[in-house]
């Protein structure tokens, strides 16, 4: 598809030739032949881009030459051509770099048969016998997984070399199967090369479908230039039929960008847009006149793009216009159908509708709206299909099930910046009623969408303002969950862009009243600045100042002030706590709806200490000794033992502050030191100031008998999923079969495992109790066992209490 090469493709193919290893060379034995391979190497491996297709004839050629000199110099030695058995040779090397056949060792079909895995396969790929590939596939398949030192395997040379016989790349596929997914040093699968280099259509349906479920996997496979087949397939042009195989098996490669940024659809369209023949043809289309791409969206250009002809003119000249220019109308319906594929329509899905259309139709401004593609191609659909900005789109993959413009698609799609403004210019110029429009789903109109989209950060550059001044009253309009648009920019954690760039500053700068509305769960702005927000940024500020308030307001299900979600938030910063604690104290003291604090939150969500939670426990310093208030009734430190996500900081200062808490039991008979080990808490972090503050606790059972260790050797022998459900069983009385089993299991160990107690050296100890429990363990179980460890070391009589 593409019109030129580029220095880094050039053609990737290993050297011809039967393959020559150095280890081979010793003793070598008087020449019978010689044949130089330097000029043949240089016919084929070389290559400035494109293989065209007088240069593969010829190469074709060179090889056949190759082929005849090699079976001519050697037939007396290799009798009928490998028929009946076949040959390895031991070669050298000479300074000249001529291969010297030195000695012929013959290979029956014993030695071929054995379970060693051989290269007679690879070595006829690589030359090209494909009758004698198929033979070997057929009584030696097992041969066929050989790889060399490359990672190449007999499959990569077939899809390589252009294998035109179907039936070869089948039973190599046969053969082994698995070479569909094997990666060269390259990082390509066959299906690379057979895209790569043309292979023939049934080559390629080969690939895919004879053993499904590998592949289709080779299709999404990129390589290490980030690649896929159809990324090759569109730049070498593959024959018929393959790039739409492709795109039924995987359409979401589309769009997938290599490492240089090129992505399909960039290759057909981009590549030759940005070119004079292009721009020229585009012109007339576009209006563009050869310009710079950043000059036609500029600001001061964007009313250039407003076609002066009729639909119905423009239209005419397209179909004139393809008539003599082939590549035009290519590379637009190339381009129409990768977009069909990419949002999941059938390929033959119609352009327009017809009073012979049946839904769903594909409308190509949509789906230029709905991507960051090149302008022109997005203006080609303007140009071509104005009607469509009036149109609603359901379509399941384009519309997400909803019904949307294409101003709405455009809201939300990934492109930014100038593109992403001079596309909503574009639409509101054809349609601006589309901006009062909402969506079935949850009545989104298009500025809902778009100032919660990340990829749109900025007010004026990313068209926001343009959107907002052709529908003022979108500030004023709530979705399906009563959100404004400034809940959503809210939820989005916008900001940045100063005071010019803002877009929560500018939605309270229009509307400061905005502030003080509540969506239908009666949450305030302010409330999902504390649950989405990171840091108290100048967004936060302006979102307070305009309703301080908010701080004291309840929301949510759990009546929660802004303060209560901030501390659950796990992404919220000390200076988001900070600024919520000045503004209102007294919410450190006050509980939500489940009966906790702020300091209960903050040892549920796992934040350090000194980021934010020093803040709310000097603020509120009893509550550290204060109980929730449900059934439940935890106190700080076993909240924080509890919790998967608590931190080691968090526990050590709690453990110091408030060390009663350790000796305090919940309504279960557990401890600190049983929720801990529970929550899979490591010694190092966490287990160890619970047990310091303490000990007697590990000596302890809950209501159901289970000690520390025998939660802790439960997680860690059972797995955590099998330990939760165990534990659980025992928390409901059931465990009896249970523990009898795992006593027994625990006696059979009872010796061994009181002389490792007793040993001197604790390095010892530890290589005891592995030894006794027959237990190969990778490095990273060492800390269970050290919980383990340290548990019995405390008191070893834990493992006769039942």
Known sequence: MSDDSSSDDRIDRPPLGPQVHRRQASNPTPAVASINFNQLERQWSTGNGIS????????????????????????????????????????????????????????????????TIGSVIHDEARIMTWDKVLALCKSHPQHAKYANDGGWTALHHACNRRCDRADVVEALVKAYPGALLDLEDQGKTPLHYACRFKAPK?????????????????????????????????????PK???????????????????????????????????????????????????????????????????????????????????????????????????KANFGFKLNTPSIVTPQSASPIFRMLHATAAIPCHPTLFFMAKALYPNQAREWDDHHELAKDDRQTALHLAAASA?????????????????????????????SLPLHKMVENEHKQHWIHDGLRDLYQAYPAALHEVDSLGRLPLHRAAAANKHGGGVNGSIILHLIQDWPQAAEQADHSGRLPLHYVAEHGEGWEEESEGIYQAYPAA?????????????????????????????????????????????????????????PWDQGVEKIYEAYKAGIKE???????????????????????????????????????????????HLACEAGKEWETGLQDIFNAYPYANSSSDLVGMLPFHIAALKWCCGEDDAKVRMSRAHLGVTASFHKRARCDMEENDDAIDQSITDGDS????????????????????????????????????????
Not at 206 to 234: E, I
Not at 781 to 801: G, Q, S, T, V
């Open 763 to 802: 390095r010892c100890r530890s290589s005891s109790f592995l030894e006794s429990s027959n237990a190969v363990l990778p490095d990273t179980d060492a800390p269970k066992i050290e919980i383990l460890y340290r548990l019995l070391l405390a008191n070893p009589d834990i493992l006769l209490l039942h």
């Open 241 to 339: 039929g393959v790039v739409e195989m492709l795109l039924e098996i995987d359409p979401s490669v589309v769009l997938e960008e290599d490492k240089a940024g090129e992505s399909p659809l960039s290759l057909v369209w981009d590549t030759w847009a940005e070119k004079f023949e292009g721009k020229k043809t585009l012109s007339a289309f576009i209006g563009f006149d050869g310009k710079a791409e950043e000059e036609c969206l500029s600001e001061e250009n964007a009313n250039s793009t407003v076609f002066k002809k009729s639909t119905e003119e423009i239209k005419e000249l397209f179909q004139k216009t393809c008539t003599v220019n082939k590549k035009l109308h290519e590379r637009w319906e190339t381009a129409n159908l990768f977009l």
């Open 627 to 673: 109980p929730e208030q449900n059934e439940r009734g935890w106190v700080a430190l076993q909240i924080a033992a509890a919790s998967p996500m608590g931190s080691s900081s968090f526990i050590s200062r709690l453990t110091e502050l408030h060390p009663k808490a350790a000796a305090r039991k919940d309504a279960d008979g557990r401890y600190s030191l």
């Open 202 to 238: 049934d080559t390629v349906r080969v690939l895919l479908h004879n053993t499904p479920s590998l592949g289709h996997r080779a299709v999404s496979k990129r390589d290490r230039k980030g690649r896929t087949p159809l990324w090759y397939a569109v730049r070498y042009d593959a």
């Open 551 to 607: 701080t004291s307001t309840r929301a949510g299900p759990s009546a929660s002030l802004p303060l209560h979600i901030a501390c659950a938030a796990p992404d919220s910063r000390h200076d988001m706590l900070q600024k919520l604690v000045e503004f209102h104290p007294r919410a450190t003291m006050q509980t939500d709806r489940n009966g906790k604090l702020p300091l209960h939150l903050l040892c549920e969500s796992g934040k």
């Open 52 to 115: 065209v297709e007088g240069d593969f004839i010829s190469r074709t050629t060179a090889l056949q030459d190759f082929r005849n000199t090699w079976s001519t110099s050697s037939s007396s030695l290799m009798g009928a051509a490998f028929n009946d058995s076949f040959t390895n040779s031991q070669s050298q090397i000479s300074m000249n770099n001529e291969v010297v056949v030195t000695e012929e060792i013959k290979i029956d079909d014993e030695k071929i048969g054995s379970d």
């Open 415 to 443: 492109a930014r910046g100038s593109l992403s403004r001079i596309v909503v210019k574009s639409l509101l110029e054809l349609y601006p009623e589309a901006a009062k429009l909402k969506t079935s789903s949850n009545g």
